[in-house]
């Protein structure tokens, strides 16, 4: 029974090939149980997306658990301690804040989630992640201009840009910057929300302020 249906539906489907229609092998499968797959324009990662154009290219990566990627490690910039992804976001709601460096960073940007991490935290934040491609000496003099002791805020090092690989938000520039600015939220390792800016010179979207409002649309809070 099994060689005849096999041979009917090759049969069929020399037939459809010549005549330049598939429709009646597509019926005849579906009548005799074989799978069929729904097909889409759109890839499953962009639907219901909030992403902006120029994040597109992260678009498959939503919803996806980041702490699987067990094998990266971020480096601390308070005590030079290395720690997983399942470190710093599993169990957690995470504001992560990706930074390029530069004066906007150090005088603005990561000093505008110091300021306002109380009211984050009001809000239900657990922790503010500021991370930067650049090495672990440089980010440790950094967190002690910065004075973050204590805040709630902690900048980590990614060395070798692998996490901003990860997030579709390095950029190969040279000697210039070597991420995007962004900032998300991020709830027990998801990636719910992120705002990426147009330019890393910009300030724009990914500010505190910014991710406060969008945190509470996020969560219906006020």
């Not at 990662?45 to 939503?62: E, K, T």
């Not at 204590?150 to 991420?179: I, Q, Y």
Request: proline share 4%; hydrophobic share 40%; glycine share 10%.
């Amino acid at each position: 029974m099994s060689s005849i249906l096999a041979h009917t539906t090759f049969s069929l489907f020399r037939w459809a090939k010549a005549s330049g229609s598939f429709a009646k092998v597509a019926s005849y499968s579906a009548v005799a149980g074989a799978p069929r797959c729904e097909k889409s324009a759109v890839p499953a990662g962009h639907r219901d997306s909030d992403l902006s154009q120029v994040a597109c290219n992260i678009g498959l990566g939503r919803r996806r658990d980041l702490t699987l990627r067990g094998d990266l490690r971020l480096i601390s910039g308070q005590d030079g301690s290395k720690k997983s992804l399942a470190d710093v976001f599993k169990g957690k709601k995470v504001i992560l804040v990706g930074f390029p460096g530069g004066a906007i960073c150090t005088e603005t940007h990561v000093p505008g989630y110091i300021e306002n991490m109380e009211m984050l935290k009001r809000k239900g934040v657990d922790s503010c992640l500021c991370v930067t491609v650049n090495t672990p000496d440089a980010v440790s003099g950094l967190s002690s201009k910065l004075k973050l002791q204590g805040t709630g805020v902690d900048l980590m090092a990614d060395p070798n840009g692998s996490f901003m690989r990860l997030l579709g938000l390095e950029l190969e520039s040279g000697a210039g910057p070597k991420c995007q600015r962004f900032a998300a939220i991020v709830e027990d390792g998801i990636l719910l929300k992120l705002q990426i800016e147009k330019s890393p010179a910009e300030l724009k979207v990914s500010d505190a302020l910014s991710m406060c409002q969008l945190w509470k649309d996020a969560y219906n809070v006020q």
